[in-house]
């Protein structure tokens, strides 16, 4: 709140709507005393961009951005219920792989990194065609150990990422090679501390953070792995501030893909469950970079992550002004405040038929105000389990989007 201008458009708070005096649709900042009003009952705020970011292209770093060269811009090419269909099947190679992959690198045995490649090739089509699919699929974790779950979703959500800021084909099959093997030093880390159920020690903490070295000399070792994916296993525990690991390098010795990961990784580590403790909520992690920008992440490219993530993801379950409860499907850029939302819950929080509501549209129609969203629940509410929607199929029909006539 303390960043707040005249001028800015508020789209979300860090509380309950109903808990403020605020319009639940957004407002714009008159003047410094709208300021202090809001600074009555909120910390932090949601403002809408102008959808442009102010990074892209002013940044030559190693891996490839030039100055003043032109963000690449990418037009959807499909639907998001289209892309489902193709964004599970490549997620599953995509699992099937790194599974393997993993766990040869534990057990000594030789490793394929030539498919990494073709797959993430292939993750990246689909990026392309419509990032909402397979940025729903990083919510939907699935059964496989921590390190397994948090690669795949490094890979997806860097190379989300990597569209947004504009980069160009090639890098983003790059960025996500980084971010698929960015960890893969673990399985050189001893299982009983990777897998430990409580704090580590110091010493163990000592251990882990060794994987980072450990990744990077065993991907040297691997024939035609680009150079970038060996920096960033070494390097994406490195801070701008210099407070980072294993060697404190400064913020000028960081390269873009590392500074990239460094952010992907942590979000992802932040909202996942892990061995000790439940993950938090994209929200949480979003204030958290917010709140280390500048210091242990890169100040533009931070702003620019927190703006791709937006404040409800594609898969995030919410609860709308009249009490029914939905599931974030896709939202367009210059309204991700305002999502298109699949309704799974009547107001008594009772299965009812599924139907996909716009809240874009809500803007000129007046009834759908009641729509709007109130505040985001967690996966698992209400018994909302966000993975037997999507077995379902739901997130692949094409619904009409229009809601039933309300009785009341
Ligand atoms: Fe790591």
Same mark, same amino acid.
């Given at each position: ?26 407002? $714009? ?25 102010? $990074? ?14 032109? =963000?690449?811009?990418? =037009? ?54 419509? =990032? ?57 880390? /001893? ?48 801070? =701008? ?109 009772? /299965? ?51 809601? /039933?006539?309300?009785?009341?």
């Amino acid at each position: 709140v303390s960043n707040l201008k005249v001028g800015m458009f508020v789209s979300g708070l860090d509380r309950d709507w109903l808990e403020t005096p605020f319009l639940m649709q957004g407002f $714009f900042i008159h003047s410094p005393e709208d300021i202090n009003k809001v600074a009555e009952y909120c910390r932090h705020v949601y403002v809408l961009g102008t959808g442009k970011l102010d $990074f892209a292209g002013e940044v030559d770093f190693e891996s490839g951005i030039l100055i003043g060269r032109k =963000p690449e811009k990418y =037009p959807l090419q499909s639907s998001v219920q289209k892309e489902h269909k193709q964004a599970k099947v490549t997620q599953k190679k995509v699992r099937k792989y790194i599974r393997g992959f993993l766990k040869s690198t534990r057990f000594g045995e030789t490793v394929d990194t030539d498919a990494a490649k073709g797959l993430v090739s292939e993750s990246v089509e689909s990026v392309l065609r419509h =990032p909402d699919a397979m940025s729903f699929l990083t919510k939907l974790r699935g059964q496989d150990e921590y390190t397994v779950e948090h690669c795949i979703n490094v890979c997806m959500l860097a190379i989300v990422f990597g569209r947004r800021l504009g980069l160009r084909k090639n890098q983003l099959i790059n960025l996500g090679l980084c971010g698929l093997l960015h960890d893969v030093g673990k399985m050189k880390v /001893p299982y009983e501390i990777l897998m430990k159920p409580g704090r580590l020690t110091q010493e163990e903490y000592e251990i882990m953070k060794q994987h980072t070295e450990l990744g990077a000399a065993f991907l040297k070792k691997r024939k035609g792995v680009f150079q970038g994916v060996i920096d960033v296993a070494l390097s994406h525990h490195e801070r =701008p501030d210099g407070l980072g690991y294993p060697n404190g390098l400064a913020d000028s010795e960081l390269a873009l893909f590392t500074k990239i990961i460094s952010i992907v990784d942590a979000y992802d580590a932040i909202t996942g469950d892990r061995v000790y403790a439940t993950g938090r909520p994209s929200t949480e992690a979003l204030r958290i970079l917010y709140e280390q920008r500048g210091k242990q992440f890169d100040d533009k490219l931070a702003l620019a992550f927190i703006q791709t993530v937006g404040i409800y993801p594609p898969g995030t379950v919410v609860e709308l002004l009249n009490q029914k409860v939905a599931v974030v499907v896709d939202a367009s850029l210059g309204l991700r405040h305002l999502p298109r939302v699949l309704v799974v819950r009547d107001e008594n929080k009772e /299965p009812c038929e599924e139907y996909l509501v716009d809240l874009g549209e809500s803007i000129d129609n007046p009834q759908l105000k009641p729509y709007l969203i109130r505040s985001s629940l967690s996966d698992g509410c209400y018994g909302i389990k966000l993975a037997s929607f999507y077995e379902r199929g739901l997130f692949e029909h094409e619904f009409k989007s229009t809601p /039933p006539a309300d009785p009341s």
